[in-house]
T-cell receptor, first 114, second 115 residues
Framework: EDQVTQSPEALRLQEGESSSLNCSYTVSGLRGLFWYRQDPGKGPEFLFTLYSAGEEKEKERLKATLTKKESFLHITAPKPEDSATYLCAVQAGAYKGTASKLTFGTGTRLQVTL | GAGVSQSPRYKVAKRGQDVALRCDPISGHVSLFWYQQALGQGPEFLTYFQNEAQLDKSGLPSDRFFAERPEGSVSTLKIQRTQQEDSAVYLC?????????????FGEGSWLTVV
């Protein structure tokens, strides 16, 4: 069974204080690892998909990296508007020509204060 | 529209009432997913469609839950005889492809409260 564990559960940072969120996963045949941002009362907002170990992607102050066992979401010089819950999800291999479900972690609640 | 659209955004149902939740995926998207999200938890998979075919319904919690996508576009999630434990946010997501590099986009969700 696919499993995703995110840590820490909650993180409080001061503006400008860089940090990393962790996503550890166990999956049979990783097809993709997804990062989402979710604001209260909203649906998950797509950030990145990573497909193979060693891959990195960046968007503004966010950088996602992937190894064979975990992914990190690095936040550089965060601002209060980066406050949200960050969700990690894995998609395992499936039959060719069909998609397969995402298995999510419980998220990391990030709060960035002035 | 530009994104995945869900309606209603909020629904209060009396226990035992039937509800129907609608999802309009991004135009042309082949894959469509339904998820259930409880407060403070990550989304949990319910079912998956590729065009009009329901290829995976392993996450539907009981036979009171039913989903359809008859013309391969709009999808409806129906919950019969609602119970309090059905209270959650129901999220719809779509993607353009089935494999290879693609992104999966979510709607804002339908918030269901069963009283």
């Amino acid at each position: 069974e696919d499993q995703v564990t995110q840590s820490p559960e909650a993180l409080r940072l001061q503006e400008g204080e860089s940090s990393s969120l962790n996503c550890s996963y166990t999956v049979s045949g990783l097809r993709g690892l997804f990062w989402y941002r979710q604001d209260p009362g909203k649906g998950p907002e797509f950030l990145f998909t990573l497909y193979s170990a060693g891959e990195e992607k960046e968007k503004e102050r966010l950088k996602a990296t992937l190894t064979k066992k975990e992914s990190f979401l690095h936040i550089t010089a965060p601002k209060p508007e980066d406050s949200a819950t960050y969700l990690c999800a894995v998609q395992a291999g499936a039959y060719k020509g069909t998609a397969s479900k995402l298995t999510f972690g419980t998220g990391t609640r990030l709060q960035v204060t002035l | 529209g530009a994104g995945v659209s869900q309606s209603p955004r909020y629904k209060v149902a009396k226990r035992g009432q039937d509800v129907a939740l609608r999802c309009d995926p991004i135009s042309g998207h082949v894959s469509l997913f339904w998820y259930q999200q409880a407060l403070g938890q990550g989304p949990e998979f319910l079912t998956y469609f590729q065009n009009e075919a329901q290829l995976d319904k392993s996450g539907l919690p009981s036979d009171r839950f039913f989903a359809e996508r008859p013309e391969g576009s709009v999808s409806t999630l129906k919950i019969q005889r609602t119970q309090q434990e059905d209270s959650a946010v129901y999220l719809c997501a779509s993607s353009a492809g089935t494999e290879g590099p693609f992104s999966i986009y979510f709607g804002e969700g339908s918030w269901l409260t069963v009283v």
